[in-house]
């Protein structure tokens, strides 16, 4: 990978993952239109090193048969450090995604990229 296909989830990535060690990433994979963020589907990874990049992720993505704009990652680790194990990480994920179901700002608490690997958020709607 060249320095210019970096993209701000490398760098996301190489950065957490130098300060914690392995972990595991929840994900939720959006459509953003406009003012309107739909949750498509989630799923989970344990991250092991820092092998995987954005393109291996969005092929990944691509099995999921959804058309995603937007992937928010939340990552978490056991008591003890590293990545939680199967059961745990479908029930953290399960609740966030009752979380993002009830408030789609909280996909500003994970780390949210667009399908560039360019770092985004989302800003509330403010009423005029």
């Not at 990874?45 to 992937?71: K, P, R, Y």
């Not at 608490?109 to 403010?126: M, Q, S, T």
Request: proline letters at 4%; one cysteine or more.
């Amino acid at each position: 990978m060249s320095i210019s296909e970096v993209t701000d989830f490398d760098r996301w990535l190489g950065a957490l993952h130098g300060r914690v060690g392995d972990f595991t990433a929840l994900i939720v994979l959006v459509d953003v239109a406009g003012t309107r963020i739909a949750p498509l589907c989630s799923t989970y990874v344990h991250v092991i090193g820092i092998e995987v990049d954005w393109n291996e992720l969005t092929i990944m993505f691509a099995g999921s048969g959804q058309n995603w704009t937007g992937a928010a990652f939340f990552p978490t680790q056991g008591r003890n450090g590293g990545p939680v194990d199967n059961p745990t990480a479908r029930q953290r994920l399960r609740e966030l995604e009752a979380k993002v179901g009830e408030d789609r700002m909280t996909l500003n608490k994970g780390e949210f990229f667009d399908a560039f690997g360019r770092r985004i958020r989302i800003d509330p709607l403010v009423d005029q």
